[in-house]
């Protein structure tokens, strides 16, 4: 079995879902006593965050890329960042390491097709939602990806960082995102990407009429396959 190594803390909410997602994924296929193989550092998301909102992409990557590097050093085989937002930078990280660093876009944008959509919507954090980095990369397989407006892409971000990530989670949160989902389907999603991997803490299938893409579950579950091939 490979060695998982996981870039996460960004929120650790989330990267809890990284942690138990692989070990009952090893332990269904395998069997027995049988957990994932794994190497975690776990970063401080508030200095991550801070770097976010002051445009200090540079000083992430930093940071992200010498993680990277003590994760190999420790022998990963691979190395998951487990978030989407800081695959901005998923570019600096790969550069700074030998082994493979798994894209989450690639993962979604795969499972996108896997479903025969065209045309998805995409929830996630501000930057994710607005910078072309993410969009990109699900487009380059094809998909064409819309976001909400404004207003709700504000409303989205602030429900990330001011209740998820600290482990709110609220029925009226989730109704608003039900809304927004809904008008992403008005606009013609025929999915819905969940491109935050807090966002899944909260929403699931049973609130879109649409498939979703768990984002978290779909990277851990690449991972393992590549671990476990």
Not at 122 to 142: N, P, V
Request: net charge negative; aromatic share 4%; with cysteine.
């Amino acid at each position: 079995m490979k060695t998982i190594g996981m870039i996460g803390g960004m929120s650790w909410e989330s990267t809890a879902i990284y942690y138990r997602e692989a070990n009952e994924l090893v332990r269904d296929r395998l069997g027995g006593l049988h957990s994932a193989k794994i190497a975690l550092a776990s970063l401080d998301f508030q200095q991550i965050s801070e770097l976010q909102s002051a445009d200090r992409w540079n000083d992430a990557a930093e940071i992200l890329a010498h993680t990277a590097q003590g994760l190999e050093h420790a022998g990963a085989d691979m190395v998951l960042i487990c978030t989407n937002t800081m695959h901005l930078l998923v570019d600096e990280v790969q550069a700074s390491v030998q082994v493979p660093v798994l894209h989450i876009g690639d993962v979604a944008g795969e499972a996108v097709v896997a479903q025969g959509l065209k045309k998805v919507g995409l929830l996630g954090t501000a930057f994710t939602m607005e910078k072309a980095f993410y969009r990109d990369r699900i487009a380059s397989h094809g998909v064409e990806v819309i976001v909400p407006g404004e207003e709700d892409r504000q409303a989205v971000h602030r429900a990330i960082f001011d209740e998820l990530a600290v482990g709110v989670s609220s029925e009226s949160t989730r109704a608003r995102f039900r809304s927004i989902i809904d008008s992403l389907v008005a606009e013609g999603a025929e999915g819905i990407i969940l491109g935050c991997t807090e966002i899944e803490l909260l929403v699931t299938q049973a609130d879109s009429l649409v498939p979703v893409f768990p984002t978290a579950k779909l990277h851990i579950e690449a991972a393992v396959d590549l671990a476990l091939s």
